[in-house]
Structure formats: structure tokens, C-alpha cells
T-cell receptor, first 117, second 120 residues
Framework: KAGVTQTPRYLIKTRGQQVTLSCSPI?????VSWYQQTPGQGLQFLFE???????NKGNFPGRFSGRQFSNSRSEMNVSTLELGDSALYLC????????????????FGPGTRLLVL | AQKITQTQPGMFVQEKEAVTLDCTYD???????LFWYKQPSSGEMIFLIY??????QNATEGRYSLNFQKARKSANLVISASQLGDSAMYFC?????????????????FGGGTRVLVKP
């Protein structure tokens, strides 16, 4: 099976612009989560989508949004970029459906490195 | 309050020796899962090992084992026979949520990480 893929891998934007990142989960996985990783704040949960519905959301401003398509592919969008949005954005997918499926883990993609100038 | 604490920001280990990475956690949820991930300089998070809160035995996966002490709320990772390729950041993470009706889902809360450098 192919792993989680993320595009683009690298991105340079300027303040005020918007950006869209894409994530394709492992085939058959319906849950997609997004994380932001920065040197100062570490790894922080952004949101999770399951079957096209946002199931959980982290503590980020409304400039950060996402969506999931019927094929489970997900996109996240950041509007009005700020310097502090420079980070590695990681996407993870999981096949976990029932809470009893405790051992089902999340598999991460290679990430998108975003630099905001 | 920090939910996941990794007190060792960095450590050196000699090749072929064992190393223990500390992780303590805080949760009031009786059902939770603990994960360890490895992050090489490339950035991708690689799953290493999982321990469920109700598991009676410590988890093992090849050279990785988890020393789970539930009463102390610790889940230390032990890497045996270190290899040069083990040099990376290591993250401990927790997934909470005992009922599907909760919004916890698959959200992971991560610790700050421990950087391991294996010396030849």
C-alpha cells in the first residue's frame, strides 16, 4: 500500500497570502488529521476529518480551515498568512473506526514545509 | 498543565548500547493509548510502538520496548542495541477517549521530544 502523501513538499509564501496544502491518506483510511510543528510550540493538533466531517479541532484561529473529500483526500487552507505560520505541516491518516480498535495508529506523511516571508 | 512530558531534550548513546527515553503523561480518562514516534531529519513521523491503558503486558516491537508503569503514569521507550540510524527525534504521544461519542477521535497530544544522537 502506498503511504500518506502530501503536496507540495515545500512552499514559500509572503505575509497576507493564502495557501492550500493537500493530503492523500492511505487507501481505505477515512480519518485524516493535521498537525503543525514549529520549534517553539512543538507538535500541535489542528483538526481531524472523518467521512468528510470535521470531528475535532485544535486551538487555532479561524484562518486555519480544512475539508475532506468523498475519496478521503483532505486539504487544509491558511488564509492571511503570518510569519508565525512558518512550520512543518504534517498530515496523518488512520483506519480506526471503532473505539475498540485501540491499536490502530496514525500514519504520517512526509509533511509540507511552509515558509512565510 | 502538560499532558505529555519528555524531560530529556537530548542525549548521546554509544552504538550497540541500550537507551531509555522518558515519558510521563497526565490524563483522567481510564481508556487511552500511548504511542512513540521517531522523526528523522527528513521530517516524517515514523510509528514505533503502541501501548494501551488496559494492556497487561509491556509492548515490544523488535528492538523497541515500552516500560509501562500505569500507577506512575510513565511510558518509557527502551531502544536496545542502538544503531547509527536511530539518531533522530523521538516523540511520545497520547490518544485519549473511552467512548466513541466523545470528540477525542484520533487526536494525538505530543510531548516536546527527545533528540537522540548515536555515536559510533
Amino acid at each position: 500500500k502506498a503511504g500518506v502523501t502530501q503536496t507540495p513538499r515545500y512552499l514559500i509564501k509572503t505575509r497576507g497570502q493564502q495557501v492550500t496544502l493537500s493530503c492523500s491518506p492511505i487507501s481505505g483510511h477515512r480519518s485524516v488529521s493535521w498537525y503543525q510543528q514549529t520549534p517553539g510550540q512543538g507538535l500541535q493538533f489542528l483538526f481531524e476529518y472523518f467521512s468528510e466531517t470535521q470531528r475535532n479541532k485544535g486551538n487555532f484561529p479561524g484562518r486555519f480551515s480544512g475539508r475532506q473529500f468523498s475519496n478521503s483526500r483532505s486539504e487544509m487552507n491558511v488564509s492571511t498568512l503570518e510569519l508565525g505560520d512558518s512550520a512543518l505541516y504534517l498530515c496523518a491518516s488512520s483506519s480506526r473506526v471503532r473505539h475498540e480498535d485501540a491499536q490502530e495508529t496514525q500514519y504520517f506523511g512526509p509533511g509540507t514545509r511552509l515558509l512565510v516571508l | 498543565a502538560q499532558k505529555i512530558t519528555q524531560t530529556q531534550p537530548g542525549m548521546f548513546v554509544q552504538e550497540k548500547e541500550a537507551v531509555t527515553l522518558d515519558c510521563t503523561y497526565d490524563t483522567s480518562d481510564p481508556s487511552y493509548g500511548l504511542f512513540w514516534y521517531k522523526q528523522p531529519s527528513s521530517g516524517e513521523m515514523i510509528f514505533l510502538i503502541y501501548q494501551g491503558s488496559y494492556d497487561q503486558q509491556n509492548a515490544t516491537e523488535g528492538r523497541y520496548s515500552l516500560n509501562f508503569q500505569k500507577a506512575r503514569k510513565s511510558a518509557n521507550l527502551v531502544i536496545s542495541a542502538s544503531q547509527l540510524g536511530d539518531s533522530a527525534m523521538y516523540f511520545c504521544a497520547m490518544r485519549e477517549g473511552s467512548a466513541w461519542s466523545k470528540a477525542a477521535g484520533n487526536k494525538l497530544t505530543f510531548g516536546g521530544g527527545t533528540r537522540v544522537l548515536v555515536k559510533p
